[in-house]
Every structure is written in structure tokens, then in C-alpha cells.
Nanobody
Framework: QVQLVESGGGLVQAGGSLRLSCAASGRTLINYAMGWFRQAPGKDREFVATIRSSGSILYYADSAKGRFTISRDNVKNTVYLQMNSLKPEDTAVYYC?????????????????WGQGTQVTVSS
């Protein structure tokens, strides 16, 4: 079993930055692909970014490209999402997820473990 805890969310003005962290316990993440997703009120959960277990392959949603960076530290068992140039439309609860498979994935259905989420609010 893997437990995931996100942190780093908050209120930020448009154009600002936040760094989300996702700390894992219970198992080492070294063989797990990881992903970040978000869900705004009244909307489905959507893919933001994913990273292979080795950290060598990354994919981003079009909305995140050029502004967000996913990274991982397998020693610290932690995954990060650096978010720059934030926009009001980035406002959502952000979730990290772990997949019992080393290969990255974009669908929430392919992930096995989820954190409780952290709120990100971007004011205009």
C-alpha cells in the first residue's frame, strides 16, 4: 500500500508560482510512474503531468506545457510539480497519483493510489 500526501497549495495571484510536493510512504516509489491531476468544481478530473519511474520520460497536458515542470526524487520518495505563470483557470484541487507500473500514463483510471489533494487558487 502506498500513502500519498500533497502539500504546497495555496492562494496566489495570476502570474505567480507554486511548488507542489507529494510525499509517499508505505512503499518506495522507485518502480512507480507518477502523475499529477487536477479537478475544478463541476469538472472532471483532468491530467496535468506524468513522469516515468526513472524520471527519464515526462508528458504534460497542453495547458501545462511551458509553465509546469514535474520532477521526482526517488531517494526522498517525493514527486514535485513546479507551477509558474499561473492563471485563474489553473484553480483546482491538485492530486498526485501513483501507478504500479514504471511507465507514464495520462488517464486517471491507470493509477492505483491517490493523495487527498491540495487546493490551488489563482486570483486575477
Amino acid at each position: 500500500q502506498v500513502q500519498l500526501v500533497e502539500s504546497g497549495g495555496g492562494l496566489v495571484q495570476a502570474g505567480g508560482s507554486l511548488r507542489l510536493s507529494c510525499a509517499a510512504s508505505g512503499r518506495t516509489l522507485i518502480n512507480y510512474a507518477m502523475g499529477w491531476f487536477r479537478q475544478a468544481p463541476g469538472k472532471d478530473r483532468e491530467f496535468v503531468a506524468t513522469i516515468r519511474s526513472s524520471g527519464s520520460i515526462l508528458y504534460y497536458a497542453d495547458s501545462a506545457k511551458g509553465r509546469f515542470t514535474i520532477s521526482r526524487d526517488n531517494v526522498k520518495n517525493t514527486v514535485y510539480l513546479q507551477m509558474n505563470s499561473l492563471k485563474p483557470e489553473d484553480t483546482a484541487v491538485y492530486y498526485c497519483a501513483a501507478r504500479r507500473n514504471p511507465y507514464e500514463a495520462r488517464s486517471p483510471a491507470e493509477y492505483d493510489y491517490w493523495g487527498q489533494g491540495t487546493q490551488v487558487t489563482v486570483s486575477s
